[in-house]
Every structure is written in structure tokens, then in C-alpha cells.
């Protein structure tokens, strides 16, 4: 089986990445938000399924946090459906210092979640997911 690209993940929910090396944020063209976001930030906890993160720790990819910064802003009004894309990475301390774009990571479309934007302070953000 091939390797899920990024750029092939955001395809599949009918989005095209603006930049495949630090875009994390789409717009599909039935107007959800399509986000990819970490594995270890992705979070289960008594039956709430939530990913959660702050845009201030993103310090090593200005470019797609301020991307995702407007996608955010505009989701506040908009209430978009949230489709999630998870990267995967062997390496926590890397992505947690900010250096998950320069690590080796495979990707998980997940079409059996979708979420809301339930929190952005214009810093930190939360999406809610629910099973499809």
C-alpha cells in the first residue's frame, strides 16, 4: 500500500494545500476546514475525542501558523465542519520543540471523526470531534 502524502490527504476531502512544506489548513470546497494536527495532541477522555494546541508553540513554522491563525479567526463566525488529518511521528520532543517539519511522519486521514471549533483565544484552539 503507498504512503498517505499530505498533499494527497487534503486532496481527498476536496481541499489543495496552498504549500505542501508548511501549510496545515484548508478550506475544502464544501467549505470545511480541513486541519492537520499531531497524533500525541489528539486526545479521548470520557467519551469526548478533542485535539487541542496553542498557535504560540508553533515557532518553527510562522508561515502555516498564521495560516491557520486566519482559518481560525474566520471558523469563529463561520462554524465550519472540522476534518482531521493526523501526522504521525516517532519523535514527541521534535514536534513538541517545534521541528515536526524537518522529522520523518506518515499521515492518517480520519474520515470517521468530525469535528467544531469549540475554543480559540487567539491562541489556544480546540476542536470537538464526533464519530461519523
Known sequence: MAK???T???ADYGATLINAR???SEV??????VFSGWDHLLHQKGGRVYYEDRLS???ANPLGRERLRTHLT???STKPKIRLIIAAANNQPAVDAGQGSRIPKTFIR???LVG???LFDDDRFVFDFRPV
Open 74 to 76: 474566520a471558523a469563529r
Open 110 to 112: 480520519r474520515n470517521d
Open 28 to 33: 475544502a470546497s464544501d467549505k470545511s476546514l
Open 116 to 118: 467544531e471549533l469549540t
Open 57 to 59: 508553540r508553533w515557532t
Open 22 to 24: 508548511w501549510s496545515c
Open 4 to 6: 498517505l502524502t499530505l
Open 8 to 10: 494527497r490527504a487534503f
